[in-house]
């Protein structure tokens, strides 16, 4: 696990707490030693039913012993999820429909906001959960950088180094409080080294996933993306140099919903809804699909005679609607009984589209931005599911065009 450590007199002169031990892989500054001995450890074979299996604590995000990211757009909603995580986490409560696999202490540390804007922002998802103070009580962990600073290693002429007291003071902390969960936000915070670096940063990443090992904590850090040009951001979008991402055995991207979606869901203000999506999970199944969040605003009931009550957004599980809710089985037999009748083409743009006869035989509008959506997700999923192909027909001039065709389908 390490070594015993006396306090460097650095530490002593920025009045950093000591810590028992030294990180393993870090040497100690006061024993002379140029470095660690390498050792290779011989392989003993043991019943992989025998082995503990890995301890998630929370969906397949967080989990003991391990470094997770989440990387995501500025002003999406990444730490306001974050905060409602950490209260489910330790209430125990699915308050995002996730039903934590143990309840444990988390600590939320932001780097950026201070501490009463936190304050406001836990408060109102509080309020919004009906969550009571005693329910979070010596739970809930909650620091601002600008009072608390947290640099894990800084840039020097000889590149980065490792402020070894400040990671052991780090792991004295959540060991003292019996943290599960510790979520620094954001990562640009955590550390004073060029994020451009993959040397450098590989340095941070390692330490802060030396922290999760050595105290069996969950460690996530929230990252900021690199522009993307309007495309959607993927976890590979992460600022900088991809050695954090290396580092993670879990990560997800956030993404604000886009207008495209907007318009197929009937969602007026698109700007209030984001998905989660993991684009890394080495310790976990495949994702297949999409986690989506709304938020929804507080008010906090603070107001005085001189300043207006402040509302706060708060992040709440959301179910995108069923596009082909409007669409039944009959409607399906319908057009095909009638797609022979006429010469129906696959694109919107000819005259003769199916989607106006699907429109038509369910009874939409497509001016309808909804509706439209409808129509086109039911001509996908039939062409899909068989009920109909694509085929082809002689133009007058006598040229092939494809048009759309009954298939062999026998579903109910």
């Not at 005693?134 to 490792?162: C, H, M, N, W, Y």
Request: hydrophobic share 40%; glycine share 8%.
């Amino acid at each position: 696990m390490g070594r015993p450590m006396p306090l460097p007199a650095e530490a002593e002169l920025v009045g950093l707490k000591a810590h028992p031990f030294v990180p393993e892989g870090v040497n100690d500054p006061a024993s002379g030693d140029e470095r660690l001995p390498i050792k290779a450890t011989p392989f003993h074979w043991r019943d992989p039913r025998t082995i503990p299996p890995r301890e998630w604590v929370y969906g397949w995000h967080y989990v003991r012993r391990f470094l997770s990211t989440t990387v995501a757009p500025g002003g999406v909603g990444k730490s306001s999820l974050t905060i409602v995580e950490a209260l489910a986490i330790c209430t125990g409560r699915p308050l995002l429909g996730v039903t934590p696999a143990e309840s444990c202490a988390v600590w939320l540390w932001n780097g950026e906001d201070p501490a009463e804007e936190l304050e406001r922002r836990v408060g109102a998802a509080m309020l919004h959960f009906s969550i009571r103070p005693e329910d979070v009580e010596g739970r809930l962990f909650l620091d601002s950088g600008r009072t608390s600073s947290i640099v894990i290693a800084e840039q020097t002429k000889s590149g980065a180094v490792v402020a070894v007291p400040v990671v052991a003071d780090l792991e004295a902390t959540i060991l003292e409080n019996k943290i599960g969960v510790a979520i620094l936000d954001p990562f640009v915070a955590a550390h004073r080294v060029s994020e451009n670096d993959n040397g450098m940063i590989e340095q941070v990443a390692k330490a802060l996933a030396g922290v999760a090992d050595r105290t069996r904590a969950a460690v996530e850090v929230v990252h900021h993306v690199r522009k993307t040009g309007g495309a959607e951001v993927t976890v590979e979008d992460g600022r900088g140099a991809s050695a954090l991402l290396n580092a993670a055995r879990c990560s997800r991207a956030i993404n604000q919903m886009s207008q495209e979606e907007a318009d197929k869901y009937g969602v007026e203000n698109r700007r209030l809804y984001f998905h989660a999506y993991d684009g890394k999970a080495n310790l976990a199944p495949p994702a297949d699909r999409r986690d989506w969040f709304g938020l929804v605003t507080v008010d906090l009931g603070n107001e005085t005679a001189a300043r207006p009550t402040d509302h706060v957004g708060v992040v709440g599980a959301w179910q995108p609607p069923d596009v082909l809710e409007k669409i039944t089985v009959e409607h399906l037999h319908e057009v095909r009984r009638r797609v022979g009748d006429v010469e129906y083409r696959k694109d919107p743009q000819a005259k003769e589209w199916i989607g106006k006869l699907v429109a038509e035989v369910a009874g939409l509008n497509l001016s309808d931005k909804r509706d439209m959506n409808t129509v086109k997700a039911a001509i996908a999923s039939w062409l899909k599911s068989g009920a109909l192909k694509p085929g082809e027909a002689k133009c007058p001039r006598g040229h092939l065009r494809p048009i759309i065709v009954r298939g062999e389908f026998n579903g109910g």
